[in-house]
């Protein structure tokens, strides 16, 4: 099986790189051999590889920049997307594809399910929900996954921006009126890899259905207790160097920030859980793991 991944440099392509290994060859892409400002150049690089599988890890992800660089966010996350999708339809491939809680306006009591009606609050949300139905439009093979707070041992993230902090201010201010599931980019790298595996084998056998699913880590949490945990792993793991000693709870109208964020960002996993049979472990069970990978490599 030959594997294609763009966006081999971000959080969830470069751990893509590691966990479709056992599947097959895989051939990782960044920006300068697959720029997805250039939808129209797209369809003809893959007809090039020829992949049996096309994983979409690229997007613009400057969620308060593209407030003020929509046309470009829409051309990442909506209209090269579709162009990809084109593309892997066009030689039969299977395009798999991450999306984001961001579609909602998270006013809902509870976790979001699949069939819950979109309505994103920013433009970052607006094209990734433009990426999704390019996608459906397309009408070859597909799987999206919505993922949430993604983050890593590497790139920039909330965990790093938190480890940088600790070293730097002795109090810090988080928000405390956002929830959701911090998800590991390992993660759902690990839980993509299993999912098409069992994919391609539902296609060989012609029973492969196309859909969207939701794939977080397990349980919840705000960013004020994502950031308690980061702070407490780090303060016992170093005490030398964590000048932080309080992290004090604030309100997002604390924060202001140019793209409004969605209050609930919880979504419900039942439906990767009973389509591909997969486990997803709690949120915080992943960070020790992420974190020790953190401080093993010096990033910190
Ligand atoms: P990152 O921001 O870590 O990586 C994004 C990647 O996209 C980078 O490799 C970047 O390349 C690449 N990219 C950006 N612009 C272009 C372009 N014009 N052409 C080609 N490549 C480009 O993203 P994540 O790994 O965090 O996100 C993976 C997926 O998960 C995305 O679809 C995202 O929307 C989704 N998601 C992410 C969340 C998060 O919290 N980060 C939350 C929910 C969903 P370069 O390195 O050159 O800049």
Redesign the pocket.
């Known amino acids: 099986m030959k594997l294609l991944v763009?966006?081999?440099?971000?959080?969830?392509?470069w751990e893509l790189t590691r966990s479709l290994a056992p599947l097959g060859h895989v051939v990782a892409l960044?920006?300068e051999d697959?720029?997805?400002?250039r939808p129209d150049r797209l369809p003809g690089l893959i007809g090039e590889i020829k992949p049996d599988i096309v994983v979409?890890?690229?997007?613009?992800?400057a969620v308060d920049k593209a407030e003020s660089e929509a046309k470009l966010a829409s051309t990442?996350?909506a209209d090269?997307v579709g162009a990809l999708a084109e593309g892997a339809r066009d030689i039969g491939a299977l395009f798999v594809?991450?999306?984001?809680?961001?579609v909602f306006d998270g006013k809902k009591a509870g976790p979001y399910g699949e069939t819950d009606a979109p309505r994103p609050l920013n433009e970052y949300g607006r094209g990734?929900l433009a990426g999704e139905i390019a996608i459906e439009a397309a009408g070859g093979d597909w799987l999206v996954f919505?993922?949430?707070?993604?983050?890593s041992a590497r790139?920039?993230?909330f965990f790093q921006t938190m480890l940088r902090l600790a070293q730097e201010r002795e109090t810090l201010r988080v928000v405390a009126d956002q929830y959701g599931a911090p998800t590991a980019?390992r993660m759902?790298a690990d839980l993509t890899a299993h999912a098409i595996r069992q994919a391609a084998a539902e296609r060989k056998s012609g029973l492969f259905e196309s859909g969207l699913f939701h794939m977080t880590a397990n349980g919840s949490t705000s960013w004020f207790g994502f950031a308690s945990r980061i702070i407490d792993a780090f303060a016992s793991a170093c005490p030398g160097r964590v000048l932080t000693r309080s992290i004090e709870p604030i309100a997002s109208s604390e924060y202001m920030t140019a793209a409004e964020r969605p209050r609930n960002s919880l979504l419900d996993n039942c439906k990767l859980e009973r389509r591909f049979g997969l486990f997803r472990q709690d949120w915080d069970a992943y960070l020790q793991l992420v974190f020790d990978e953190a401080l093993a490599s010096g990033s910190r």
């Open positions: 763009i966006g081999r440099g971000g959080q969830v392509g960044g920006r697959a720029d997805l400002s979409n890890a690229a997007a613009y992800t990442i996350n090269a594809h991450f999306s984001t809680d961001y990734k919505r993922t949430s707070w993604v983050y790139g920039a993230n980019a759902i």
